[in-house]
């Protein structure tokens, strides 16, 4: 399972001279286990990712009458990618297939159960921003200690990033934790918001 599938154009760079790009992760990627020769109908299936230009007259990878025509289906997903066609600095397309593999168990009947066979993938960008664009959220906060030699003493609320000098961290101090239950000691008590001076 490879980590990475980048897609980027080729003469786009960021500030550092890095590749503007999406990630492409496929977190549910495996192998076609039937038998190559037989899949006319679904000849997507062979491939976990591939990757075309874009064109209007190829817009599915099968048809809903496949199972009619399993010999000669009305789509044969193998002639977009055997046409040999640049796909530098083009509109492209990613074809990504989802699998995963299911031993059955006399649990599976009469009725497979589904928890836990959960499908995905995540399309991310990757360099192509200056930093992370969550920055940028109008609710965005830092929640850092207000002491860090002692951290009983709670935590402090500072806007976007966290103190600077150009903006010192305000008065405002949030206690999550008291001294009965350090934060140490109970890590979800971080997100148990409790009203102080009138401050959620």
């Known amino acids: 399972m490879p980590r990475y599938h980048l897609l980027y154009t080729d003469g ?28 006319e109908a679904y000849l997507w299936a062979r491939y976990q990712l591939a990757v075309t230009r874009q064109r209007d007259s190829e817009r599915t990878s099968s048809s809903p009458y496949a199972q009619w025509h399993t010999n000669s289906p009305l789509v044969n997903f193998e002639t977009y990618l055997n046409n040999n066609e640049n796909i530098v600095d083009e509109d492209l397309v990613a074809w990504v297939t989802l699998s995963d593999h299911v031993i059955p168990s006399l649990e599976d009947l009469p009725n497979s159960a589904t928890v836990g066979r959960e499908m995905s993938f995540y399309l991310s960008p990757f360099n192509y921003f200056p930093e992370s664009p969550t920055m940028s959220s109008r609710d965005a906060v830092f929640l850092g ?42 890590p979800d008590s971080l997100v148990e918001a409790t009203v102080h001076d009138g401050v959620f």
């Open 145 to 186: 200690l207000a002491d860090p030699q002692d951290p009983a003493r709670g935590l402090r609320y500072f806007p976007q990033g966290g103190p600077t000098e150009e903006a010192p961290p305000p008065a405002c101090q949030l206690d999550f934790v008291n001294a009965s239950v350090p934060w140490i000691e109970r």
């Open 12 to 39: 786009e760079v960021n500030e550092l001279g890095e590749h503007r790009a999406y990630r492409l992760e496929n977190a549910a990627m495996s192998p076609l286990l039937h038998q190559q020769g037989n899949e």
